[in-house]
């Protein structure tokens, strides 16, 4: 850590501190971290608002909102959010020590998977909100490791059930479905001697639903002309399939790919992006705490 802390834990964990700054804008960089990368995106982005500001347009204010979610960039006056960058995919963050009003910092698009460098000018409070974010980034490493980062495995197992649980619901319905063509087939098929249709309807189970029987009226029959009908189609042996062509679940058959992307993905996600750490001003917040060095 940078010595002590300048904001209180609860002050970013249960709100945000707020600064206001002027906005030159984002680009995109090649590498996640480093002086140079952030010092050509400042040389890049003075140079466009140079020719902006040439043109009578003027360097737009913004509201930054900062706590351990993130850092939120806001117009000041319609509070309209207009960046969301979470910390975790914060890799750098910087003042220019040549121009003490520039500060810097590089976020991984969520998108697009970029690096872009987001530059700030602030008169008075470039290097206050450079230690803020770090302080953020810091505070939001140990959450996750009390939180989430501990049970990331046991998410992934809630995660696999749910998706079988959809993968059964889907699989009842389609078996609803062809359940229901066999009744209509079967009333059908019912016909009476005297040629008219009977509409007696078939005994039901307790689900309201036509119990199957295995001599069934659609039981294929010899054709009018002699010739014989169709064999039934052969099953592959080996193949373990119920009696509507559909794979038996079993909810303990569950590959690593079988995650949903909304669990695996995320977590993974954020655990990979407090692995790669922060760099503020020299200072890298890694995976584990004790690495933290000024």
């Not at 300048?6 to 030159?24: D, G, V, W």
């Not at 501990?150 to 696999?160: A, L, N």
């Not at 389609?174 to 009744?183: A, C, I, W």
Request: charged residues 25%; hydrophobic residues 30%.
């Amino acid at each position: 850590q940078l010595g002590s802390w300048m904001h209180t834990p609860e002050a970013l964990a249960k709100h945000y501190i707020s600064y206001s700054a002027k906005f030159l804008g984002h680009t995109e960089v090649d590498q996640p971290k480093g002086t140079e990368v952030v010092r050509d995106a400042v040389r890049k982005l003075k140079f466009q608002r140079h020719i902006k500001k040439s043109e009578g347009q003027k360097i737009p204010k913004v509201e930054l909102q900062i706590s351990i979610y993130g850092v939120k960039i806001l117009d000041p006056k319609t509070k309209n959010v207009q960046y969301n960058c979470q910390l975790h995919r914060m890799s750098f963050c910087a003042d220019d020590k040549t121009d003490k009003r520039i500060f810097t910092f590089i976020c991984k698009d969520s998108e697009s998977n970029k690096h872009l460098c987001y530059v700030f000018d602030s008169e008075k409070c470039a290097e206050e909100i450079t230690l803020t974010i770090g302080q953020a980034f810091d505070l939001a490493y140990k959450k996750f490791l009390e939180s989430g980062g501990k049970d990331v495995e046991t998410r992934k197992q809630i995660g696999s059930l749910q998706k079988r649980i959809q993968e059964l619901e889907t699989e009842n319905s389609e078996l609803k479905r062809q359940l229901q063509g066999l009744e209509e087939q079967l009333m059908v098929t019912r016909v009476s001697p005297a040629g008219s249709v009977s509409m007696k309807s078939p005994s039901t189970d307790i689900f309201d639903m036509v119990p199957f029987s295995p001599v069934s009226p659609l039981t294929s029959a010899p054709s009018s002309n002699g010739t014989p009908p169709l064999p039934p189609p052969t099953r592959p042996a080996g193949t373990r399939k119920d009696l509507f062509g559909a794979e038996p679940f079993d909810p303990f058959i569950c590959g690593a790919a079988d995650f949903p992307p909304d669990i695996q993905s995320k977590l993974d996600e954020m655990q990979e992006g407090f692995k790669m750490g922060l760099t503020v001003e020299g200072a890298v917040f890694s995976l584990d705490p004790l690495d933290s060095h000024c």
